[in-house]
């Protein structure tokens, strides 16, 4: 299994900048296949912000190209979110998302942080 703490969040201006980070921790931690942020607004699905699996390059949603970046770090299993020149629609709650070996070492399982809250308003 895996357990993931998030961090960052909070409230921002239009144009502003905010970082979010999440770590992994937990036996499954050891294969990590896929690393990254969806988020979700009232009334919409959830979507993808930006994921990277491992070994290839980043993957972002198209309304975050350009402004947002991910990076991880293997050896700390972490993946952080730089978000820049932040609008009003990017409010959401951002999950942080880790794909990963289920406890039977067999199938795949979907991580999920608790979420947390992104508000870009002036």
């Known amino acids: 299994q895996v357990q993931l703490v998030e961090s960052g969040g909070g409230l921002v201006q239009p144009g502003g900048s905010l970082r979010l980070s999440c770590s992994a921790s937990?036996?499954?931690?050891?294969?990590?296949?896929?690393m990254g942020w969806y988020r979700q607004s009232p009334g919409k699905q959830r979507e993808v912000v930006a994921v990277v699996r491992s070994g290839e390059m980043p993957n972002y949603g198209d309304s975050v190209s350009g402004r947002f970046t991910v990076s991880t770090d293997n050896t700390k299993n972490t993946v952080s979110l730089q978000m820049s020149s932040l609008k009003p629609e990017d409010t959401a709650v951002y999950y942080c998302?880790?794909?990963?070996?289920?406890?039977?070492?067999?199938?795949?399982?979907?991580?999920w942080g608790q979420g947390t809250q992104v508000t870009v308003s002036s």
């Open positions: 998302y880790v794909g990963a070996p289920c406890s039977d070492f067999v199938n795949t399982c979907d991580y």
């Open positions: 937990g036996r499954s931690t050891f294969t990590i296949y896929t």
